[in-house]
Structure formats: structure tokens, C-alpha cells
Nanobody, 123 residues
């Protein structure tokens, strides 16, 4: 059973940057595809980005494409989300998730979830 712990959230002004990290333990990290999702108050959890187990395939939601970059370091059992040009509408709790086999943009496909980290972007 893999455990996921997110970090790196915080308060930032619009136009600023943050880097989120998600550290995995208790499983073989390198066989998991990883995803980032977010949930704003009163809204459903939505897909942000995903990366394959090797890191060779990445996908992004249209709303973050060109601003966010997902990456992973399998030697450190960690996945990252670099967020640039942040906007107030990026404010949400950000969750990382893991699933075996291929990456997916669908929340239902992920088996393991972290507790989330709050990102707040002020205008």
C-alpha cells in the first residue's frame, strides 16, 4: 500500500510560482503512474496533470497547459508540480494520486491519494 504526502503549498500573489512535491512510500514508486488533481471550494475534484511511470508521457488540463509542469524523480520516490503564472482561479487543495499501469486523466482510475496541500493565489 503506497502512502502519498504532498507539500509545497502556500499563499502566493497572482503571477507567482510554487512547486508542489508528493513523496511516496510503502510501494514500488517506479511502477506507478502519478497524477495531480485539485479541488476548489464548492467544486468537484478535477484533473490537473499526469505522468507515466517512466516520465516519458505527460498530460495537462487545458486550464494549466503552458503554465504547469509535472515531473518525477524515481530515485527519490517523488513527483513534482511546478506551477508558474499562477492565477486566482488556481486556488484549490491540490492532491497527488497514484495508480499502477498507465497514466489517466480520470479521478476514478486512481487507487491511492494523498491528503492534499492548499494553494491560495491572491489577486
Amino acid at each position: 500500500q503506497v502512502q502519498l504526502v504532498e507539500s509545497g503549498g502556500g499563499l502566493v500573489q497572482a503571477g507567482g510560482s510554487l512547486r508542489l512535491s508528493c513523496a511516496a512510500s510503502g510501494g514500488t514508486f517506479s511502477v506507478y503512474a502519478m497524477g495531480w488533481f485539485r479541488q476548489a471550494p464548492g467544486k468537484e475534484r478535477e484533473f490537473v496533470s499526469t505522468i507515466s511511470w517512466s516520465g516519458s508521457i505527460t498530460k495537462y488540463a487545458d486550464s494549466v497547459k503552458g503554465r504547469f509542469t509535472i515531473s518525477r524523480d524515481n530515485t527519490k520516490n517523488t513527483v513534482y508540480l511546478e506551477m508558474n503564472s499562477l492565477k486566482p482561479e488556481d486556488t484549490a487543495v491540490y492532491y497527488c494520486a497514484a495508480r499502477s499501469l498507465t497514466s489517466s486523466i480520470y479521478r476514478r482510475d486512481y487507487d491511492h491519494w494523498g491528503q492534499g496541500t492548499q494553494v491560495t493565489v491572491s489577486s
